[in-house]
């Protein structure tokens, strides 16, 4: 084999680089002179460095983790020997019977056996004479428990809980402080100006009657659903509880921007706000944070407390039901268009009717109680029958109240 000088070789290269048309067969060896290193002093003092340790493997960790595991198991099933040996107080129910008495002079109590129930200021809970039907519930509740560690959550016991907060309201206003009074009026007027019932819709968009056309139905919109729930309540209240006073819708047809109420009408409804007594203040509290309606909470106050029964009263009853259905009433109204989500909205609507019967059960007083039918199919009647039995007392009231006529 014949081989190529250097030069020539360099000269063959730039050819073929210069040539586009054949391709590139070789490439330009670049190097630079070496350059030796320049050695420094040792300059350090003291002993060595410890030599490297070899990182543990996977499976060392993996055995180290499971031992572990392994104590924590150990453990735990010792500390649940000891609690199967030595129970907590809490854990066990130290109650046999739950009744209520009413003390000459003072009011119901709620008994333990001997024990009478107690608010968490320590104050014996004492129920007025006119609400038998409230302490009875309260009863209930406390005999469905089943540990004394169940009556630390509030969830178990709503209808005590809310009982001690009209009752805290109470002695407070016996002490002459009105702190919590104060607190309550500020956070229920916060709701007048943007209440759920006069927040109505704009007029029907493009999308919702292009949706109901292709479903072929004539539905009235939202907007004019909202007014027609809206005005007899508004009317009722301007004309029985605030002669005079103008309410307006905080939302018009063309604004996203809530406009609040003059002032004279804010006015005169802190100061009725400001009056009512402990227990209608508690309930007022419940109500509105539970609808987020201002109004529709002190329409289904006013219609069943005994405070205001001097008051004439229209042939329809405003009940649970419908304080629900006007405070849910855009919901509702969605989920009839585009459907429900499941343990959503059906959640949602039994539990703001538990809450709504609380506030009915809490201002009634001596009251003729009738229990009606909860669906008038009768193929459902053993299930809601089982529903009544095994909810809490706030839940029942929801249901039972709604029929309650006056004595």
């Given amino acids: 084999m014949k081989l190529i000088s250097p030069p020539t070789f360099m000269n063959f290269a730039h050819r073929v680089v210069r040539n586009p048309t054949i391709p590139s067969l070789c490439r330009t060896l670049r190097t630079s002179p070496p350059s030796p290193a320049t050695p420094f002093p040792i300059t350090a003092h003291g002993p060595p460095p410890c030599p490297p340790t070899p990182a543990p493997s996977q499976h060392e960790e993996r055995l180290e983790r499971r031992r572990k595991q392994a104590a924590l198991l150990q453990q735990s099933q010792a500390i649940r020997a000891n609690s199967k040996?030595?129970?907590?107080p809490l854990r066990k129910r130290f109650w046999k019977e739950?009744?209520?008495?009413?003390?000459?002079?003072?009011?119901?109590?709620?008994f333990l056996d001997s024990r009478p129930v107690r608010t968490p200021s320590k104050e014996i809970l004492t129920i007025p004479p006119t609400k038998p039907q409230l302490a009875s519930a309260i009863a209930l509740e406390w005999d469905l428990l089943v540990s004394a560690q169940q009556a630390l959550k509030q969830h178990l016991i709503p209808l005590t809980s809310l009982t001690c907060r009209a009752d805290d309201i109470r002695l407070q206003d016996t002490k002459g402080a009105t702190k919590t009074r104060d607190e309550i009026v500020k956070m229920v007027m916060r709701y007048l100006d943007t209440d759920t019932l006069l927040c109505w819709a704009p007029e029907r968009s493009a999308s919702d009657q292009a949706h109901l056309e292709e479903q072929g139905e004539e539905k009235e919109s939202l907007r004019q659903m909202q007014i027609r729930i809206a005005q007899p309540i508004i009317g009722y209240l301007t004309t029985h509880i605030w002669p005079g006073v103008e309410i307006k819708p905080v939302l018009d047809s063309n604004n996203i921007m809530p406009t609040p109420q003059s002032q004279p009408t804010k006015d005169v409804i802190r100061g009725w706000v400001s009056g009512l007594p402990a227990y209608e203040l508690a309930a007022l509290e419940r109500g509105v944070l539970a609808g987020k309606s201002f109004l529709v909470a002190v329409r289904l106050l006013v219609e069943w407390s005994e405070e205001f029964q001097h008051l004439s009263k229209n042939t329809?009853?405003?009940?649970v039901e419908e304080a629900a259905e006007a405070s849910s009433l855009e919901v509702r109204w969605q989920t009839g268009m585009w459907g429900e989500v499941e343990d959503t909205h059906d959640v949602d609507k039994e539990d703001l009717r538990r809450q709504l019967g609380s506030v009915v059960l809490l201002v009634s007083g001596q009251v003729h109680v009738q229990l009606h039918?909860?669906?008038?199919?009768?193929?459902?009647?053993?299930?809601?029958?089982?529903?009544?039995?095994?909810?809490?007392c706030a839940e029942q009231g929801a249901y039972i109240i709604v029929r309650m006529t006056r004595s």
């Avoid at 040996?85 to 907590?88: A, D, G, L, R, V």
């Avoid at 739950?98 to 119901?108: H, L």
């Avoid at 329809?316 to 009940?319: A, D, R, S, T």
């Avoid at 909860?374 to 529903?387: G, H, L, R, S, V």
């Fill in 373 to 392: 039918e909860f669906i008038d199919d009768e193929d459902e009647d053993d299930d809601d029958d089982a529903n009544f039995a095994n909810g809490t």
């Fill in 98 to 110: 739950v009744y209520t008495k009413e003390i000459p002079g003072e009011g119901i109590q709620v």
């Fill in 85 to 88: 040996t030595k129970s907590s």
């Fill in 316 to 319: 329809e009853i405003f009940g």
